[in-house]
Every structure is written in structure tokens, then in C-alpha cells.
């Protein structure tokens, strides 16, 4: 038998899986995620911290949902999180679009080529080769 804390209560309880509490907090967590979702989901324009305030729920409790992709914010910078790797502002989860693209290709070429990955040429976005000066222009380039 594994027993544990609660991370949040400190009662000692037999852990099974997943987060570290009690089944009396886990319940409550439950209740508050819930009303935390339906809180997001009426005050779309709402940040994290204002949730944090208005639910009493701790911020980084509110950060592991977004996590998870429990909880989805309206915009990247109301949920305030980044990506783990880039480090730009996301949703939900743990990486932006773009990591997350990067990383399932690398995959897929793994998978393809049945070996280690080749190292991987770098698409480095050139902002001054002439074709995204055509492309960034607002009249695009008459
Ligand atoms: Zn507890
Ligand atoms: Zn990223």
C-alpha cells in the first residue's frame, strides 16, 4: 500500500494515481475546477488572476489545468502560461503551435527513415530576403 500526504490537507491517505490528495480534496478540487470552467467560459475576457481571485483558486493550481488543457482561456495572454519551449504565450497545454508542428515532424521523419533523425536543415525565416519584403509589404508590392 503506498501512502501518502495530502498536498493539500497533509492527511495521510492510500495514494493510488495522479495528483497527490486526499479523495475528500480531489472532490474539491473537482467542484472548484468546475466552477472555475464555467467562470472562464462567462468571462471570456477575463485573466488568470482574475479568475484566481474571483474562484480563491491558486494561480498555479489555475496553470496546471491550462496545462492539461482543461481549462482554455479565450486568449494566450489571459492564461499567461508559455510555451516550453519558445516560451511564447499559449492556450493550453505545454507548447505553442509551432513547437508542437517542429516536433511531430522531427517524429514522423524518425518514423520514415527508421533511424536516428537526420540532423534537421534549418528553415530559419529570413526577414530580409526579398520574397518576405514582397510578402510583408501592406500593398503587396503593387
Ligand atoms: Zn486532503
Ligand atoms: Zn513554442
Redesign the pocket.
Known sequence: MNVKN??????L?NYVMGPI??????E?MEEKFQIVKKYVQENVRTGIHEVAEACEVDTAQLRQWVREERLIFAEPSLAGIGCEKCGKLIQSGKFCEACKKEMTDGFSQVLKSGAAPAPVKKKTVDRDSPRMRYLDRPDGGR
Open positions: 495530502c498536498r493539500n490537507c497533509r492527511r491517505f490528495l486526499c479523495p475528500a480534496c480531489r474539491e
